[in-house]
């Protein structure tokens, strides 16, 4: 568990960061061009998601690392693996866990929302809002459909942090690949200057 908090603290900076950036920057450059600014909200909100699905991949990635190493000592030397040391390999629900708390603030907000959809409540609104900073430029598109979409947007970003450290096994994969690649063509240097100093 606890480190799943350290997950959920790094995914929690970076949404907060989003947030900020979404509603103090982004929100700045908003004019009078309708085509500009439904532009610059789409482009924003894909930033946002490629950077969660970013974060998931990464932390897979070294979880995968971790766990390979784990069972290699395991199997090498006999290593007993600790309760901690389990905890830092891959687990497949780990990404989801700690994107969802890390989100939670939001959720919590978007579900009272949802509950107070037929009352006047306007600092649920406004807090909603604020929670959702990062994908706060979509909301002016949707009217519509408030508050019903606070939810679906409140779990989005958990949804990609947990589908990019799914990733995690196939990017490590390509890594490891990458490596052994390179140092079999590191070997194969080796090899030849060795044969050209005997030619020599």
């Given at each position: 568990?606890?480190?799943?908090?350290?997950?959920?603290?790094?995914?929690?900076?970076?949404?907060?960061?989003?947030?900020?950036?979404?509603?103090?920057?982004?929100?700045?450059?908003m004019g009078d061009y309708e085509w500009l600014n439904?532009?610059?909200?789409?482009?924003?909100?894909?930033?946002?998601?490629?950077?969660?699905?970013?974060d998931g991949i990464q932390r897979g990635t070294q979880?995968?690392?971790?766990?390979?190493?784990?069972?290699?000592?395991?199997?090498?030397?006999?290593?007993?693996?600790?309760?901690?040391?389990?905890?830092?390999?891959?687990?497949?629900?780990?990404?989801?866990?700690?994107?969802?708390?890390?989100?939670?603030?939001?959720?919590?907000?978007?579900?009272?929302?949802?509950?107070?959809?037929?009352?006047?409540?306007?600092?649920?609104?406004?807090?909603?809002?604020?929670?959702?900073?990062?994908?706060?430029g979509v909301f002016q598109y949707v009217d519509a459909?408030?508050?019903?979409?606070?939810?679906?947007?409140?779990?989005?970003?958990?949804?990609?942090?947990?589908?990019?450290?799914?990733?995690?096994?196939?990017?490590?994969?390509?890594?490891?690949?990458?490596?052994?690649?390179?140092?079999?063509?590191?070997?194969?240097?080796?090899?030849?200057?060795?044969?050209?100093?005997?030619?020599?």
């Open positions: 568990m606890k480190d799943i908090l350290k997950f959920t603290g790094t995914t929690l900076m970076m949404l907060v960061t989003l947030t900020l950036v979404g509603m103090v920057f982004i929100q700045s450059f439904m532009t610059i909200t789409v482009v924003y909100s894909l930033a946002v998601i490629a950077a969660a699905l970013w979880d995968c690392k971790f766990s390979q190493l784990m069972d290699r000592q395991a199997q090498e030397r006999g290593h007993e693996i600790t309760k901690a040391e389990r905890d830092r390999m891959f687990q497949p629900m780990k990404g989801f866990l700690a994107g969802l708390l890390a989100a939670s603030p939001a959720v919590i907000m978007a579900i009272l929302a949802l509950f107070l959809a037929d009352t006047d409540h306007l600092w649920v609104t406004l807090v909603t809002r604020v929670t959702l900073g990062a994908f706060l459909l408030l508050p019903w979409l606070y939810l679906p947007v409140a779990l989005l970003y958990p949804l990609c942090v947990g589908v990019g450290y799914l990733m995690g096994p196939k990017m490590w994969e390509r890594q490891r690949r990458l490596m052994e690649k390179a140092k079999k063509a590191k070997r194969r240097r080796v090899n030849r200057k060795k044969k050209a100093k005997k030619t020599a």
